[in-house]
C-alpha cells in the first residue's frame, strides 16, 4: 500500500505492508519540492517518486489525502494538480487509486474527524512503533502519508472503518484527554 498526501511545496509519502493481521512501514518519507522553482518541475518530480516507488515496492494500491478547499483557489488549483500527478503516475502503472477527505483520515486514525496533526502522529507511531518506524526526519506530510495508507488498510483490506479500537463502558468518551486516560498503552510517551 502506497499513501501520499500531496503538496506542491512537500509531498509525503509512505509504503505499508499489511500482512497477517499487522501493518509494517517499509518506507516512509518527504520529498521536499521547495527547492524547484518552476512547478512543472515539481509535478515531474512528485510523478517520478511515485512511480519509482511503484516499481521499486508493487504496491496493490494508492491511498491519496484529497485536497481540501481553501480560500485561495491558486493553492486549491495547484494541489490538485499535484494530487493528479500522483494519481496519474499509479494509474499509468495499473495501480488502483483511492481517495481519503482529511477528516476522514484522522476519523479512521484518532476517532475524531477534528484532530490535530499531533494527535494523528500520535497515534500512527503508536501503531507502528520505533521498531518499525523511526521517527527522526520524517515530517507532517510523511506522517500524514503514513495515516492516509493505515486508513486505506482499516477501510478495504480489513473491512473496518477505523484503527482497531477498545472497548468503551461510556456512550461518551469524554474527548481526547479522556481517550488518553482510557488507553494508556496506545500512546508513546
Sequence with gaps: MLGVDPGTRLTGYAVVEAKGGKVSALAAGC????????????????????EGLIREFSPSALAIEAPFYGKNPQATLKLGRAQGVAMAAAMHLQ???????PRAVKLAITGNGGASKEQTACMVLTHFGERNLDPEGLGADAFDALAVALTHVYRVCSGRNHAPRPRSTSKKSGGWQAFVQQNPDRLKI
Design 31 to 50: 520529498l521536499e519540492l521547495y527547492k524547484f522553482e518552476e512547478h512543472a518541475v515539481r509535478l515531474q518530480k512528485i510523478w517520478s517518486k511515485v
Design 95 to 101: 495501480v488502483p487509486v483511492y481517495e481519503y477527505a
